[in-house]
């Protein structure tokens, strides 16, 4: 059964830096999404991105964030100048038609710790 | 944007059957139900979805009654290893989580 991937399984990084969290979402899907969940806490809508363009965001999404599909398989989450406060799990999600009558497929996640 | 509430925790032992209802009284005629299961450290899995009536598949049924206000998700003979959170979502562009179901089964 097709799979999201995401890379890496843990990055460590000190407070400031940037980090990019990669994604290959299934082959044939054309809607792309971005999540986070803070130990201990419920899944978080960061954004989703349809035709190479944001289509919604949450108000966590702030300037801090940034997407990309840098090519036709990739799909990248940028963090930039990173707080103690983003340390968590960010997990990527695709679905075929959108999540109206097409389910989310997740990826295992990125375990992002800010130090 | 159809809001769900569920309810926080459920214990069960290991053969029993379990329910768990979520109530979405604001739905909308084009929505659609989802649940979601999800291990600790690892991303939500899709389990079900439906419209009406009953959905059935090698892991859960969904129930939806005629109104549509709630849905019930039955999970037959659960195991220690269905020992997770369970989401409901409810809607068109409804990509928002709730706080979920956390389900354990116990021996």
């Known amino acids: 059964e097709p799979e999201v991937t995401q890379t890496p399984s843990h990055q460590v990084t000190q407070m400031g830096q940037e980090v990019i969290l990669r994604c290959v979402p299934i082959s044939n899907h054309l809607y792309f999404y971005w999540y986070r969940q803070i130990l201990g806490q419920k899944v978080e809508f960061l954004v989703s991105?349809?035709?190479?363009?944001?289509?919604?965001k949450s108000e966590i999404f702030d300037d801090q964030f940034s997407v990309e599909r840098p090519d036709g398989s990739n799909f990248t989450l940028k963090i930039r100048s990173t707080k103690l406060e983003d340390s968590a799990m960010y997990f990527c999600a695709s679905s075929d038609e959108g999540v109206y009558n097409s389910p989310l497929h997740f990826g295992n996640g990125t375990r992002l710790t800010v130090t | 944007l159809a809001k769900t509430t569920q309810p926080i925790s459920m214990d069960s032992y290991e053969g029993q059957e379990v329910n768990i209802t979520c109530s979405h009284n604001?739905?909308?005629?084009?929505?659609?139900i989802t649940w979601y299961q999800q291990f600790p450290s690892q991303g939500p899995r899709f389990i079900i979805q439906?419209?009406?009536t009953k959905v059935t598949n090698e892991v859960a049924s969904l129930f939806i009654p005629a109104d549509r206000k709630s849905s019930t998700l039955s999970l037959p003979r659960v195991s220690l290893s269905d020992t997770a959170v369970y989401y409901c979502l409810v809607g068109e562009g409804d990509m928002r989580f709730g706080a979920g179901t956390r389900l354990t089964v116990k021996p």
């Open positions: 439906g419209y009406k």
């Open positions: 604001n739905i909308a005629t084009n929505d659609y």
């Open positions: 991105f349809y035709n190479n363009e944001i289509s919604e």
